[in-house]
Protein backbone atom coordinates (compact mmCIF):
# COMPACT_ATOMS: atom_id res chain seq x y z
CA UNK A 1 0.00 0.00 0.00
CA UNK A 2 0.96 3.01 -1.42
CA UNK A 3 1.66 5.86 1.83
CA UNK A 4 1.74 9.22 1.24
CA UNK A 5 3.61 11.79 3.22
CA UNK A 6 0.49 12.71 5.73
CA UNK A 7 2.54 16.24 6.98
CA UNK A 8 0.88 17.45 2.82
CA UNK A 9 -2.26 16.97 4.76
CA UNK A 10 -1.33 19.50 7.59
CA UNK A 11 -1.32 22.36 4.68
CA UNK A 12 -3.79 24.92 4.00
CA UNK A 13 -4.97 24.98 0.36
CA UNK A 14 -2.86 27.38 -1.54
CA UNK A 15 -5.31 30.23 -0.71
CA UNK A 16 -3.80 33.76 -0.79
CA UNK A 17 -3.06 34.14 -4.71
CA UNK A 18 -5.97 32.09 -5.90
CA UNK A 19 -8.50 34.28 -3.61
CA UNK A 20 -6.94 36.76 -5.01
CA UNK A 21 -7.46 35.51 -8.60
CA UNK A 22 -11.23 34.37 -7.93
CA UNK A 23 -12.05 37.54 -6.89
CA UNK A 24 -10.48 39.51 -9.73
CA UNK A 25 -11.85 37.10 -12.25
CA UNK A 26 -15.00 37.13 -10.94
CA UNK A 27 -15.56 41.47 -11.12
CA UNK A 28 -13.65 41.44 -14.44
CA UNK A 29 -16.40 38.93 -16.10
CA UNK A 30 -19.61 41.06 -14.31
CA UNK A 31 -17.82 44.61 -15.60
CA UNK A 32 -16.08 44.10 -18.72
CA UNK A 33 -15.81 47.51 -19.38
CA UNK A 34 -13.41 48.36 -16.63
CA UNK A 35 -9.90 48.73 -16.74
CA UNK A 36 -8.44 46.68 -13.66
CA UNK A 37 -4.67 47.41 -12.25
CA UNK A 38 -2.71 44.71 -10.35
CA UNK A 39 -0.42 46.12 -7.99
CA UNK A 40 -1.09 42.44 -6.29
CA UNK A 41 1.78 39.85 -7.33
CA UNK A 42 5.17 40.02 -6.28
CA UNK A 43 6.44 40.02 -10.07
CA UNK A 44 8.79 41.92 -12.63
CA UNK A 45 7.12 43.59 -15.03
CA UNK A 46 10.11 44.86 -16.85
CA UNK A 47 12.31 43.22 -19.48
CA UNK A 48 15.72 41.39 -18.90
CA UNK A 49 18.12 44.51 -19.32
CA UNK A 50 20.08 44.53 -23.09
CA UNK A 51 23.69 43.73 -21.26
CA UNK A 52 22.05 40.32 -19.78
CA UNK A 53 19.86 39.78 -23.54
CA UNK A 54 23.43 39.56 -25.40
CA UNK A 55 25.59 37.27 -23.27
CA UNK A 56 21.85 35.24 -23.36
CA UNK A 57 22.36 34.87 -26.58
CA UNK A 58 25.68 34.59 -26.99
CA UNK A 59 25.32 32.00 -24.63
CA UNK A 60 22.75 30.01 -26.41
CA UNK A 61 25.03 30.20 -29.93
CA UNK A 62 27.62 28.48 -27.98
CA UNK A 63 25.68 25.86 -27.35
CA UNK A 64 24.99 25.77 -31.28
CA UNK A 65 28.75 24.92 -32.07
CA UNK A 66 30.17 21.45 -31.61
CA UNK A 67 33.44 23.33 -30.43
CA UNK A 68 31.53 25.38 -27.57
CA UNK A 69 28.93 23.08 -26.46
CA UNK A 70 28.38 22.48 -23.31
CA UNK A 71 26.77 19.64 -21.20
CA UNK A 72 26.45 19.00 -17.39
CA UNK A 73 27.67 21.45 -16.10
CA UNK A 74 29.21 22.00 -12.55
CA UNK A 75 26.00 21.31 -10.23
CA UNK A 76 27.19 24.05 -7.88
CA UNK A 77 27.54 26.74 -11.05
CA UNK A 78 30.02 27.78 -13.10
CA UNK A 79 33.63 29.69 -12.29
CA UNK A 80 32.80 32.56 -14.02
CA UNK A 81 29.22 33.29 -12.59
CA UNK A 82 30.60 32.03 -8.76
CA UNK A 83 33.87 34.12 -9.37
CA UNK A 84 31.68 37.52 -9.85
CA UNK A 85 29.37 37.18 -6.89
CA UNK A 86 31.85 36.76 -4.61
CA UNK A 87 33.71 39.49 -5.64
CA UNK A 88 31.04 42.07 -7.00
CA UNK A 89 28.66 41.36 -4.06
CA UNK A 90 30.18 40.22 -1.26
CA UNK A 91 34.28 41.23 -1.65
CA UNK A 92 33.85 44.56 -3.00
CA UNK A 93 31.56 45.36 0.50
CA UNK A 94 34.44 44.10 2.30
CA UNK A 95 32.79 40.93 3.17
CA UNK A 96 35.15 37.70 3.24
CA UNK A 97 33.02 34.81 1.18
CA UNK A 98 34.75 32.99 -1.37
CA UNK A 99 33.17 31.61 -4.55
CA UNK A 100 33.42 28.38 -2.81
CA UNK A 101 31.27 28.89 -0.53
CA UNK A 102 28.58 29.88 -3.34
CA UNK A 103 25.77 27.44 -4.80
CA UNK A 104 24.22 28.70 -7.92
CA UNK A 105 20.48 27.06 -8.16
CA UNK A 106 17.26 28.05 -10.04
CA UNK A 107 15.53 30.08 -7.70
CA UNK A 108 15.34 31.04 -3.88
CA UNK A 109 11.84 29.48 -3.42
CA UNK A 110 13.54 26.00 -3.87
CA UNK A 111 16.45 26.94 -1.95
CA UNK A 112 14.78 28.18 0.91
CA UNK A 113 12.30 25.20 0.98
CA UNK A 114 15.10 22.51 0.24
CA UNK A 115 17.64 23.42 3.04
CA UNK A 116 15.20 22.12 5.55
CA UNK A 117 16.23 18.49 4.19
CA UNK A 118 19.58 18.96 5.59
CA UNK A 119 18.39 20.03 9.03
CA UNK A 120 17.09 17.15 11.63
CA UNK A 121 13.57 16.59 12.23
CA UNK A 122 14.18 17.88 15.96
CA UNK A 123 14.64 21.08 14.48
CA UNK A 124 12.16 23.79 15.94
CA UNK A 125 12.04 26.60 13.20
CA UNK A 126 11.02 30.47 14.48
CA UNK A 127 9.65 32.67 11.22
CA UNK A 128 8.13 35.86 11.34
CA UNK A 129 4.18 37.27 11.09
CA UNK A 130 3.54 38.12 8.99
CA UNK A 131 5.70 35.98 6.29
CA UNK A 132 6.98 34.61 2.69
CA UNK A 133 4.64 31.84 2.95
CA UNK A 134 7.02 29.22 1.63
CA UNK A 135 9.57 28.92 4.98
CA UNK A 136 6.06 27.78 7.20
CA UNK A 137 4.53 25.71 4.33
CA UNK A 138 7.94 23.77 3.48
CA UNK A 139 8.77 23.77 7.79
CA UNK A 140 5.22 21.54 8.03
CA UNK A 141 6.02 19.37 4.88
CA UNK A 142 9.50 18.37 6.50
CA UNK A 143 7.66 17.15 9.52
CA UNK A 144 8.47 19.73 12.16
CA UNK A 145 5.29 20.33 13.09
CA UNK A 146 1.44 19.86 13.99
CA UNK A 147 -1.42 21.00 12.86
CA UNK A 148 -2.96 24.13 12.05
CA UNK A 149 -4.70 25.46 14.61
CA UNK A 150 -7.83 28.16 15.35
CA UNK A 151 -5.98 31.01 15.36
CA UNK A 152 -3.74 30.30 12.07
CA UNK A 153 -0.29 29.06 13.30
CA UNK A 154 0.88 25.58 12.82
CA UNK A 155 1.28 23.74 16.68
CA UNK A 156 5.32 23.40 16.76
CA UNK A 157 6.38 26.56 14.70
CA UNK A 158 7.76 29.79 16.99
CA UNK A 159 5.95 32.73 15.49
CA UNK A 160 7.52 35.94 15.98
CA UNK A 161 4.70 38.60 15.28
CA UNK A 162 6.21 41.94 13.30
CA UNK A 163 4.00 44.92 13.75
CA UNK A 164 3.86 48.74 14.17
CA UNK A 165 5.07 48.54 17.56
CA UNK A 166 8.06 46.52 16.69
CA UNK A 167 8.72 48.64 13.87
CA UNK A 168 8.29 45.41 11.62
CA UNK A 169 11.90 43.96 13.57
CA UNK A 170 10.64 40.85 15.48
CA UNK A 171 11.43 40.65 19.37
CA UNK A 172 13.89 37.82 19.96
CA UNK A 173 11.69 34.54 20.55
CA UNK A 174 11.05 33.57 24.35
CA UNK A 175 11.17 30.06 23.15
CA UNK A 176 14.63 28.72 22.05
CA UNK A 177 14.33 27.66 18.34
CA UNK A 178 17.29 26.10 16.60
CA UNK A 179 16.43 27.69 12.96
CA UNK A 180 15.63 31.17 12.21
CA UNK A 181 13.98 32.79 9.04
CA UNK A 182 14.77 36.29 8.77
CA UNK A 183 14.04 38.08 4.99
CA UNK A 184 15.32 42.08 4.62
CA UNK A 185 14.19 43.82 2.86
CA UNK A 186 11.19 42.33 4.03
CA UNK A 187 8.58 40.50 1.82
CA UNK A 188 5.51 41.76 2.69
CA UNK A 189 5.98 44.92 4.99
CA UNK A 190 9.20 46.28 2.88
CA UNK A 191 10.82 47.22 6.64
CA UNK A 192 14.64 46.62 6.49
CA UNK A 193 16.90 45.50 9.68
CA UNK A 194 19.70 48.23 10.63
CA UNK A 195 23.32 46.12 11.64
CA UNK A 196 22.45 46.86 15.53
CA UNK A 197 19.12 45.01 15.27
CA UNK A 198 20.69 42.18 12.80
CA UNK A 199 23.78 42.01 15.10
CA UNK A 200 21.32 41.29 18.25
CA UNK A 201 19.99 38.19 16.11
CA UNK A 202 23.63 37.26 15.46
CA UNK A 203 25.09 37.33 18.65
CA UNK A 204 21.46 35.66 20.49
CA UNK A 205 22.13 32.71 17.65
CA UNK A 206 25.83 32.55 18.49
CA UNK A 207 25.17 32.06 21.97
CA UNK A 208 21.97 29.41 21.60
CA UNK A 209 23.41 27.46 18.54
CA UNK A 210 21.22 28.32 16.10
CA UNK A 211 21.55 28.89 12.35
CA UNK A 212 19.55 32.02 10.67
CA UNK A 213 18.38 31.27 7.13
CA UNK A 214 18.79 34.37 5.90
CA UNK A 215 16.90 35.57 2.76
CA UNK A 216 18.36 38.73 1.32
CA UNK A 217 15.86 38.53 -2.03
CA UNK A 218 15.67 42.20 -2.30
CA UNK A 219 18.92 43.50 -1.30
CA UNK A 220 19.50 45.47 -4.26
CA UNK A 221 17.15 47.89 -3.28
CA UNK A 222 18.35 49.17 -0.55
CA UNK A 223 19.06 52.74 -1.18
CA UNK A 224 20.01 53.46 2.50
CA UNK A 225 23.86 53.22 2.97
CA UNK A 226 23.34 52.44 6.61
CA UNK A 227 21.53 49.67 5.97
CA UNK A 228 23.43 45.51 6.03
CA UNK A 229 23.05 43.86 2.13
CA UNK A 230 24.11 40.68 3.84
CA UNK A 231 23.55 39.08 7.05
CA UNK A 232 27.41 38.21 6.69
CA UNK A 233 28.23 42.36 6.96
CA UNK A 234 27.44 41.33 10.84
CA UNK A 235 30.45 39.91 12.87
CA UNK A 236 30.54 36.61 13.43
CA UNK A 237 27.62 35.95 11.10
CA UNK A 238 29.96 32.95 9.38
CA UNK A 239 29.53 30.80 11.87
CA UNK A 240 25.59 30.88 12.18
CA UNK A 241 24.28 32.11 9.25
CA UNK A 242 23.54 31.02 5.13
CA UNK A 243 22.30 33.56 2.96
CA UNK A 244 19.87 33.17 0.15
CA UNK A 245 19.80 35.38 -2.95
CA UNK A 246 18.25 35.52 -5.87
CA UNK A 247 18.32 37.41 -9.48
CA UNK A 248 14.57 37.37 -9.58
CA UNK A 249 14.01 40.76 -8.19
CA UNK A 250 17.78 42.08 -8.96
CA UNK A 251 17.50 41.90 -12.48
CA UNK A 252 14.05 40.82 -13.48
CA UNK A 253 14.67 36.88 -13.62
CA UNK A 254 11.49 35.23 -12.26
CA UNK A 255 10.82 33.87 -15.53
CA UNK A 256 14.49 33.06 -16.40
CA UNK A 257 15.24 31.23 -13.12
CA UNK A 258 18.88 31.93 -11.23
CA UNK A 259 19.42 32.44 -7.78
CA UNK A 260 22.33 31.12 -5.64
CA UNK A 261 22.95 30.01 -1.84
CA UNK A 262 25.83 31.37 0.37
CA UNK A 263 27.07 28.57 3.23
CA UNK A 264 30.35 29.68 4.33
CA UNK A 265 32.61 27.11 5.86
CA UNK A 266 32.34 27.92 9.18
CA UNK A 267 29.17 27.39 9.50
CA UNK A 268 28.67 24.29 11.96
CA UNK A 269 25.62 22.45 13.03
CA UNK A 270 25.05 19.68 15.62
CA UNK A 271 24.52 15.81 15.82
CA UNK A 272 22.67 14.29 18.48
CA UNK A 273 25.51 14.01 20.54
CA UNK A 274 26.25 17.51 20.47
CA UNK A 275 29.43 17.17 18.19
CA UNK A 276 29.79 19.83 15.46
CA UNK A 277 29.49 19.56 11.97
CA UNK A 278 30.29 22.05 9.43
CA UNK A 279 26.86 22.79 6.79
CA UNK A 280 28.78 23.18 3.70
CA UNK A 281 29.34 19.46 2.52
CA UNK A 282 25.96 18.23 3.56
CA UNK A 283 24.35 20.99 1.10
CA UNK A 284 26.90 19.94 -1.39
CA UNK A 285 26.02 16.81 -1.23
CA UNK A 286 22.08 17.32 -1.63
CA UNK A 287 22.72 19.99 -3.71
CA UNK A 288 24.93 17.52 -6.34
CA UNK A 289 22.56 14.43 -5.55
CA UNK A 290 18.96 16.26 -6.55
CA UNK A 291 20.04 19.34 -8.79
CA UNK A 292 22.16 19.23 -11.97
CA UNK A 293 23.06 22.95 -12.42
CA UNK A 294 21.33 25.48 -14.09
CA UNK A 295 21.67 25.81 -17.89
CA UNK A 296 24.47 27.76 -19.10
CA UNK A 297 23.15 30.43 -20.82
CA UNK A 298 21.12 31.70 -17.83
CA UNK A 299 24.06 31.47 -16.00
CA UNK A 300 26.01 33.50 -18.58
CA UNK A 301 23.52 36.31 -18.45
CA UNK A 302 23.65 36.22 -14.69
CA UNK A 303 26.82 37.21 -15.14
CA UNK A 304 26.24 39.90 -17.73
CA UNK A 305 24.38 41.38 -14.74
CA UNK A 306 28.12 42.23 -13.06
CA UNK A 307 29.78 43.32 -16.04
CA UNK A 308 29.89 47.85 -16.49
CA UNK A 309 26.83 47.34 -18.53
CA UNK A 310 24.80 45.16 -16.65
CA UNK A 311 25.73 46.72 -13.59
CA UNK A 312 24.21 50.35 -14.77
CA UNK A 313 21.08 48.97 -16.65
CA UNK A 314 19.79 46.96 -13.84
CA UNK A 315 20.32 50.08 -11.47
CA UNK A 316 18.02 51.62 -13.86
CA UNK A 317 15.67 49.10 -13.75
CA UNK A 318 15.96 48.80 -9.90
CA UNK A 319 15.75 52.62 -9.92
CA UNK A 320 12.35 52.91 -11.76
CA UNK A 321 10.46 50.37 -9.17
CA UNK A 322 12.21 52.36 -6.59
CA UNK A 323 10.56 55.06 -8.33
CA UNK A 324 7.15 53.52 -8.44
CA UNK A 325 7.26 53.07 -4.76
CA UNK A 326 8.29 56.73 -3.88
CA UNK A 327 5.22 57.67 -5.46
CA UNK A 328 3.08 55.22 -4.04
CA UNK A 329 4.27 55.87 -0.46
CA UNK A 330 4.12 59.95 -0.81
CA UNK A 331 0.23 59.37 -2.86
CA UNK A 332 -0.87 57.07 0.15
CA UNK A 333 0.44 59.41 2.67
CA UNK A 334 -1.06 62.34 1.33
CA UNK A 335 -4.34 60.70 0.98
CA UNK A 336 -3.96 59.74 4.61
CA UNK A 337 -3.20 56.29 4.98
CA UNK A 338 -0.58 54.94 7.19
CA UNK A 339 2.37 53.28 4.92
CA UNK A 340 5.86 51.73 5.74
CA UNK A 341 8.23 50.44 3.50
CA UNK A 342 8.64 51.56 0.27
CA UNK A 343 12.34 53.11 0.73
CA UNK A 344 14.16 49.95 0.62
CA UNK A 345 12.53 47.94 -0.88
CA UNK A 346 9.81 47.51 -3.64
CA UNK A 347 6.83 46.92 -1.86
CA UNK A 348 4.60 49.35 0.15
CA UNK A 349 2.52 48.35 3.41
CA UNK A 350 -0.32 49.93 4.07
CA UNK A 351 -2.56 50.04 7.29
CA UNK A 352 -6.26 49.67 6.26
CA UNK A 353 -8.63 52.73 7.11
CA UNK A 354 -11.00 52.48 9.90
CA UNK A 355 -9.14 49.04 10.96
CA UNK A 356 -10.91 47.09 7.74
CA UNK A 357 -10.19 43.89 7.60
CA UNK A 358 -7.75 43.27 4.56
CA UNK A 359 -10.07 41.20 2.60
CA UNK A 360 -12.85 44.05 3.26
CA UNK A 361 -10.55 46.36 1.78
CA UNK A 362 -9.61 44.36 -0.75
CA UNK A 363 -12.82 44.26 -1.71
CA UNK A 364 -13.35 47.73 -1.70
CA UNK A 365 -10.42 48.71 -3.72
CA UNK A 366 -11.65 46.15 -6.40
CA UNK A 367 -14.95 47.35 -6.64
CA UNK A 368 -14.47 50.86 -6.19
CA UNK A 369 -11.00 51.57 -8.03
CA UNK A 370 -10.42 48.46 -9.85
CA UNK A 371 -7.52 48.68 -8.52
CA UNK A 372 -5.88 44.94 -7.32
CA UNK A 373 -3.14 44.65 -4.38
CA UNK A 374 -2.88 41.82 -1.35
CA UNK A 375 -4.50 41.11 1.54
CA UNK A 376 -2.04 41.02 4.55
CA UNK A 377 -3.54 38.42 6.14
CA UNK A 378 -2.75 36.30 3.49
CA UNK A 379 1.04 36.68 5.21
CA UNK A 380 -0.29 35.91 8.32
CA UNK A 381 -2.41 36.65 11.59
CA UNK A 382 -0.22 39.66 12.09
CA UNK A 383 -0.85 40.45 8.61
CA UNK A 384 -4.46 41.39 8.94
CA UNK A 385 -5.81 44.51 8.79
CA UNK A 386 -2.75 45.72 6.65
CA UNK A 387 -2.42 45.35 2.78
CA UNK A 388 0.29 45.22 0.43
CA UNK A 389 1.00 47.25 -2.36
CA UNK A 390 3.68 46.30 -5.48
CA UNK A 391 6.01 48.87 -6.81
CA UNK A 392 6.39 45.76 -9.66
CA UNK A 393 4.00 47.84 -12.01
CA UNK A 394 4.18 50.23 -15.07
CA UNK A 395 4.76 54.08 -13.64
CA UNK A 396 1.07 55.17 -15.93
CA UNK A 397 -0.36 52.52 -14.12
CA UNK A 398 0.70 53.20 -10.69
CA UNK A 399 -0.10 57.13 -11.30
CA UNK A 400 -3.40 55.72 -12.46
CA UNK A 401 -3.62 53.53 -9.23
CA UNK A 402 -3.24 56.30 -6.98
CA UNK A 403 -5.45 58.85 -8.67
CA UNK A 404 -8.04 56.30 -8.22
CA UNK A 405 -7.40 55.41 -4.78
CA UNK A 406 -7.25 59.09 -3.36
CA UNK A 407 -10.94 59.41 -5.14
CA UNK A 408 -12.09 56.53 -2.70
CA UNK A 409 -14.49 57.38 -0.35
C1 LIG B 1 10.59 36.67 -4.77
C2 LIG B 1 11.18 36.13 -3.52
C3 LIG B 1 12.23 35.22 -3.57
C4 LIG B 1 12.85 34.78 -4.89
O1 LIG B 1 12.40 33.57 -5.29
P1 LIG B 1 12.94 32.92 -6.64
O2 LIG B 1 12.58 31.49 -6.51
O3 LIG B 1 14.43 33.11 -6.66
O4 LIG B 1 12.27 33.60 -7.78
C5 LIG B 1 12.77 34.76 -2.38
N1 LIG B 1 12.30 35.19 -1.20
C6 LIG B 1 11.31 36.08 -1.12
C7 LIG B 1 10.86 36.55 0.20
C8 LIG B 1 10.70 36.57 -2.28
O5 LIG B 1 9.70 37.44 -2.19
Request: aromatic residues 12%; proline residues 5%; glycine residues 8%.
Amino acid sequence: MALINENYLKLQAGYLFPEIGRRVREFAAANPDKNIIRMGIGDVTQPLVPAVIKAFHEGVEELANAATFKGYGPEQGYDFLRDAIALNDYQNRGVDISADDIFVSDGSKCDTGNIQEIFGAGNKIAICDPVYPVYADTTVMSGKTGTMQSNGYFDGIIYMPCNEANGFIPELPTERPDLIFLCYPNNPTGTVASKEELKKWVDYARTNKCIILYDAAYESYITDDSIPHSIFEIEGAKEVALEFRSFSKTAGFTGTRCAFTVIPKELKAYDSEGNAHPVKPLWNRRHTTKFNGVSYPVQKAAAAIYSEEGKKQVKEVVNYYLENARIMLESLKKTGFTVFGGVNAPYVWVKTPNSMKSWDFFDKLLNEANVVGTPGSGFGPSGEGYFRFSAFADRANVLDAMERIKNLK
